[in-house]
């Protein structure tokens, strides 16, 4: 697979992660010649400092990592996040809502950050782990009828998660791709193996903390 590292957003989402942690992520970024990084807000004005003059994507979540945060809420911090200097933005839908069959509020809070983001591309985190075949299917038309530009599978965050399988890639990228929106795996993808298997199952990003090794 030709240029890979421009398929991976070189990921650190650590709670405990330290400054020189950030420092190392951006430099193995602009090393490699990564797609992006993807960060948490807080840390959103640090990467722009340190990847202000190269081609590197800042990416950054929010509602993460439960989806459970007030829709305003959501909106905001994305706001805030596009004003600090993200391009992108990773939120995460509303699982209960989802689980719940409450269809409108699932469009009307992806919209809301939607708005938020301005132009700037925006990724819904489904948490696949949670989900049933028919309810990733479904998450999946509501991020199509809320004009979201991708589906992701996973925060990586779900105890005893798997995070992304390719099975999940295969059915979120057949539901999406008519409608032109791409699919970014994540959560467990630390080999090049795994990362070659979820581009073929049609994956335009992946989200991974092992990017240097994957391409190495």
Request: net charge neutral.
């Amino acid at each position: 697979m030709k240029n890979l590292n421009k398929h991976i957003e070189h990921t650190l989402l650590k709670q405990d992660a330290k400054l020189e942690d950030f420092i190392k992520l951006f430099k193995e970024a602009k090393e490699h010649n990564f797609l992006g990084v993807c960060i948490n807000p807080a840390y959103v004005k640090l990467a722009k400092e340190h990847l202000n003059e190269t081609d590197v994507k800042i990416v950054t979540v929010a509602g993460f990592p439960l989806g459970a945060d007030r829709s305003d809420v959501k909106a905001f911090e994305t706001s805030r996040a596009v004003e600090d200097g993200a391009d992108e933005i990773d939120m995460v839908i509303n699982v209960t809502a989802i689980k719940n069959q409450d269809y409108d509020f699932v469009v009307k809070d992806i919209k809301a950050v939607k708005e938020a983001c301005k132009n700037k591309p925006l990724k819904v985190i489904l948490e696949t782990d949670l989900l049933t075949k028919e309810e990733i299917k479904k998450a999946c038309e509501l991020c199509i009828e809320a004009k979201a530009d991708f589906v992701k599978t996973s925060t990586g965050f779900v105890k005893n998660g798997v995070g992304a399988k390719a099975e999940d890639v295969k059915l979120m990228y057949e539901t999406v791709s008519p409608y032109g929106l791409k699919v970014k795996a994540s959560g467990g993808i630390r080999d090049k193996e795994t990362a070659l298997k979820m581009l073929d199952a049609g994956a335009e990003r992946l989200g991974t903390s092992s990017g240097v090794k994957i391409v190495s």
